[in-house]
């Protein structure tokens, strides 16, 4: 049952792009087509599970015990890196159109906040193991959770009379914000 909550916790109530704002950048920047949009959460999804795996074993296993906690940001982050050098080289290899589509979105999962907010906060809220993993997932599908259903929203955008002042990037932020209003009545559920 704990680990049901912490599953729709980072999904709906504590999402991270909705109602922690990190993963801004490609929200707004990939989000144009739905296809892009599920590639991107997929490669961020896998990312995110991954790395919350691997950094809590680094954290526990290397940085706690030889006292180096203070390069936990750094070597946090050289974790992310390879994980995203990776699934660029498979999503290159498997699906060229998608790997151009995402473009330079691709490789910015290595400074996409969220990927790091969710390895610190199962530091900081001293997760085990299992918890960290479920957690990364969660926090990766209410990533991807948002970036589709602003995708699906930006598409019918595309198709809706809209006044010259607001269309483009104005009438996103706008969405954005009416989403991110929309999911704190998440906020009371757990």
Do not use: W
């Amino acid at each position: 049952m704990h680990y049901l909550l912490l599953l729709i916790s980072g999904i709906f109530v504590h999402n991270f792009i909705l109602s922690r704002f990190l993963g801004i950048c490609p929200f707004l920047g990939v989000s144009k087509q739905i296809s892009t949009s599920v590639g991107m959460g997929a490669a961020v999804t896998f990312v995110m599970a991954m790395a919350s795996a691997i950094t809590y074993v680094v954290q526990y296993s290397i940085l706690v015990p030889l006292h180096l906690e203070y390069l936990q940001t750094i070597t946090f982050i050289l974790v992310i890196a390879t994980l995203v050098q990776l699934v660029e080289m498979v999503i290159k290899k498997m699906s060229p159109t998608l790997y151009d589509a995402l473009g330079v979105f691709l490789p910015l999962i290595t400074t996409n906040c969220a990927v790091l907010g969710v390895a610190l906060l199962n530091v900081q809220y001293g997760y085990n193991f299992l918890e960290s993993v479920v957690f990364g997932i969660a926090g990766a599908l209410g990533f991807m959770l948002a970036i589709v259903l602003f995708a699906g929203i930006r598409e019918q955008l595309e198709l809706s009379p809209i006044p010259k002042a607001l269309d483009g990037f104005p009438i996103a932020l706008i969405t954005a914000g009416l989403m991110s209003i929309a999911f704190l009545g998440f906020s009371g559920m757990l």
